[in-house]
T-cell receptor, first 113, second 114 residues
């Protein structure tokens, strides 16, 4: 079974721009979560989607948003990029919302100049 | 607020040495506990998990972890490390009440010297 895939793998943007990242979950998984990984803050939860609805949101500004499509694929958008948004953005999928293990993708490394 | 603490930021061991990495979490009710590993250049992989039952959990590659509820701890152990265990190790917790998302520790970088 294919794992979680994320595109693109690397991205360079400048301050003020916006960016959209994509995540395809493992087949049969309906939940997709997004995390930001930085050297200073570690891994921080952004939000989780299940059945096209945002179920949970972390403590990030409104510039960070996401959505999920009917095929469970998810996109994350960051508007008005700041230097501090440079990070590895990880997507994780799980079958449902209960006691399920999350499986992570390889991440998208975003560099904001 | 829920939090996870990993006491060791960087651990350096020689091959065949024993490993124990500490992990403590803040109380927030019934928990699910995980250890993930990130090898250089690779994505996060699940080492082991605890949901309920036997508090001593065995995972892949000879790793094990013990859940001690009274100490809010879930320490990772391996009796004899190998050079290939060089990686970053993350402890994570989800709380069964509420949203059930993962809270991660800051990670422990393990370097194994051949």
């Amino acid at each position: 079974k294919a794992g979680v895939t994320q595109t693109p793998r690397y991205l360079i943007k400048t301050r003020g721009q916006q960016v959209t990242l994509s995540c395809s979950p493992i087949s049969g998984h309906r939940s997709v979560s997004w995390y930001q990984q930085t050297p200073g803050q570690g891994l921080q939860f952004l939000f989780e989607y299940f059945s096209e609805t945002q179920r949970n949101k972390g403590n990030f500004p409104g510039r960070f948003s996401g959505r999920q499509f009917s095929n469970s694929r998810s996109e994350m958008n960051v508007s008005t990029l700041e230097l501090g948004d440079s990070a590895l953005y990880l997507c994780a999928s799980r079958r449902g919302l209960g006691q399920e293990t999350q499986y992570f993708g390889p991440g998208t490394r975003l560099l904001v100049l | 607020a829920q939090s996870v603490s990993q006491h060791n930021h960087h651990v350096i061991l020689s091959e065949a040495a024993s490993l124990e990495l500490g992990c403590n979490y803040s109380y927030g009710g019934t928990v699910n506990l995980f250890w993930y590993v990130q090898y250089p250049g690779q994505h996060l992989q699940l080492l082991l998990k605890y949901f309920s039952g036997d508090p001593l959990v065995k995972g892949i590659k000879g790793f094990e972890a013990e859940f001690i509820k009274s100490k809010f701890s879930f320490n990772l152990r391996k009796p004899s490390v190998q050079w290939s265990d060089t990686a970053e190790y993350f402890c994570a917790v989800s709380y069964q009440t509420g949203a059930n998302n993962l809270f991660f520790g800051t990670g422990t970088r393990l370097t194994v010297i051949p």
